[in-house]
């Protein structure tokens, strides 16, 4: 099944000191959604945004979609939060506290989509059980906590194997996304990629999200051929 391509700034790289000028400048450069990340420093050895900031950039831009990556050990004492706060996609890591299936099924229950994602270190036989319970898998190819650090192709296992088994998942990277590591992504049958550093590190996010995006639909179309 053909997969449609998405590209996802990551609200984590931006400049802080001007969060809704950052917002409109994702929405503007033609983002499909943006990635919020989410952190306790209990899962990660970080903190990030709480779901204010989720309900800013729904006041900012209300017509960029807001897709919410929970790195929380647990996800599951929150989600009604983030769902108010205008998450319309909501992921939740294999490797919390919780009942994992309990927490897709009220994702759903709360309108937004549920999405797994799995850690580098997570063998992928760990999500197969929620498969049909997720719209979307997130296969990290960092470990999560920073933006900024450096790509493990070795996760592409994950997803080529994924893509093989449920072609019709949404299959996204997250962590270390560039021009060069997002077309291997693509050739490994990932069609959703978060991008952090890299893209909002540009003057011109716009020109930078478009000339990503005419290279991945080349990368893809070959691939289709092949
Ligand atoms: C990492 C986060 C990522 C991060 C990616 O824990 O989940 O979304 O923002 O940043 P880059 O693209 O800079 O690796
Ligand atoms: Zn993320």
Do not use: W
């Not at 759903?108 to 059980?129: D, F, H, Q, S, Y």
């Not at 719209?135 to 296992?157: A, R, S």
Request: charged share 25%.
């Amino acid at each position: 099944m053909e997969k449609k391509l998405m590209i996802l700034p990551s609200l984590l790289a931006a400049d802080y000191g001007c969060l809704a000028k950052e917002i409109r400048r994702a929405a503007s450069a033609g983002a499909d959604a943006l990635h919020i990340d989410i952190m306790d420093p209990h899962f990660v050895p970080n903190i990030s945004f709480g779901p204010d900031i989720v309900s800013l950039v729904r006041r900012v831009e209300p017509t960029l979609y807001r897709h919410v990556h929970l790195m929380m050990s647990r996800p599951d004492l929150y989600l009604q939060r983030f769902a108010e706060a205008g998450a319309q996609t909501i992921q939740v890591h294999v490797e919390a506290d919780c009942d994992i299936h309990n927490a897709l099924r009220h994702i759903r229950e709360l309108g937004a989509k549920p999405a797994i994602v799995l850690n580098p270190e997570t063998p992928v036989e760990r999500i197969l059980p929620y498969l049909s319970e997720a719209d979307e898998v997130l296969v990290m190819t960092v470990h999560p906590g920073y933006g900024g650090q450096k790509f493990m192709g070795e996760c592409l296992e994950k997803t080529r194997y994924l893509r093989k088994i449920a072609p019709h998942l949404d299959i996204m990277v997250d962590g270390g996304v560039n021009g060069e590591t997002a077309v291997k992504a693509v050739e490994n049958g990932v069609n959703m990629l978060v991008s952090g550093s890299f893209l909002f590190a540009k003057e011109d996010m716009r020109k930078a999200v478009e000339a990503l995006r005419n290279r991945l639909e080349t990368v893809k179309r070959e691939g289709e051929k092949a």
